[in-house]
């Protein structure tokens, strides 16, 4: 099944991942920054925005369908859930993702014994259920928790909130689907099998993927760039698009330069 995905701009290829319960039109304040110097592809992840539903339930499903549905040998940055399937993406095909860049994602979203820097289980748990007694008032309290803390917090807050269902209500089983995967993934040791280009984006105040653990998971990639946004929280690339996009043509045009000087 083929998933909805929207391009623009011209140059090298970047597919554009977004996380849990939003859609490819989060970005429709971002991609203008970028399409002078990258032909970008959007993706709805299976169940949002405007892809159907195929019952994707575990992370490589959702990394197979939008492998299927983009460009070949493309740069890929997925923020938070999508920064999971990206990686999972550059694991399973690593001729078909020629760079990663996380953005606000963490190859671990839980705590477990020796990784702190993750939420508690129990607050996804706790939007498990809600899900099923309201998912807009579930949705719009992670969208709140996105922003708690950062800088520009009422700004992002209210341009996510304006977002959220522009494109329709997502499945409520890809709600499920995706909540199960940040609770259930853990790629720190696989992570070390990523051998593209990889740079990481932390938003410095990011309640939901603590800094720490962008400072803990660059060492598990055999190449990776750690870069911190400052006053930042889960969005920075609202919060701070500018700064988001300078960071992402810097890697992306340095390593084409590198990739040009070695041919």
């Known amino acids: 099944m083929k998933l909805y995905t929207q391009t623009s701009g011209a140059g090298p290829d970047l597919v554009l991942v977004h996380g849990w319960g939003l859609h490819g039109g989060i970005w429709d304040e971002f991609v203008p920054l970028l399409e002078q110097d990258f ?3 959007r993706v709805d992840l299976p169940g ?31 923020w938070s859930l999508g920064g999971l399937v990206a990686s999972c993406a550059a694991l399973k095909r ?10 606000a994602s ?22 498990a259920g809600d899900l099923q007694v309201d998912y807009k008032k579930t ?47 853990d790629l720190r ?3 070390s099998g990523i051998t593209c280009p ?32 400052e006053g930042a929280g889960h969005a920075p690339f609202i919060a701070q698009p500018g700064l988001v996009a300078d960071l992402v043509q810097d890697f992306l045009h340095g390593n084409r330069d ?5 041919t």
């Open 39 to 41: 032909r970008i592809t």
């Open 48 to 78: 949002h925005g405007r892809s159907e539903w195929g019952n994707e339930v575990m992370l490589d499903d959702m990394a197979n369908a939008v492998l299927a549905s983009v460009p070949e040998s493309a740069a890929w940055l997925g």
């Open 94 to 103: 690593p001729g078909q993702v020629s760079a990663l860049i996380t953005l």
């Open 106 to 127: 963490s190859p671990c979203f839980v705590r477990k014994p020796g990784w702190q820097s993750a939420m508690l289980p129990a607050l996804l748990d706790t939007f």
């Open 139 to 185: 949705l719009n309290r992670f969208l709140s928790l996105q922003v708690r803390g950062s800088a520009a917090a009422s700004q992002t807050l209210k341009a996510l909130r304006a977002k959220l269902l522009a494109h329709g209500q997502p499945a409520t089983a890809a709600l499920q689907a995706g909540l199960d995967v940040l609770r259930n993934t």
């Open 189 to 191: 040791e696989q992570v």
């Open 198 to 229: 990889v740079l990481l984006l932390m938003g410095e105040r990011d309640t939901l993927v603590p800094v720490n653990a962008g400072h803990e998971s660059a060492h598990m990639f055999p190449a990776a760039r750690l870069e911190v946004i």
């Open 258 to 262: 590198k990739s040009v000087e070695l």
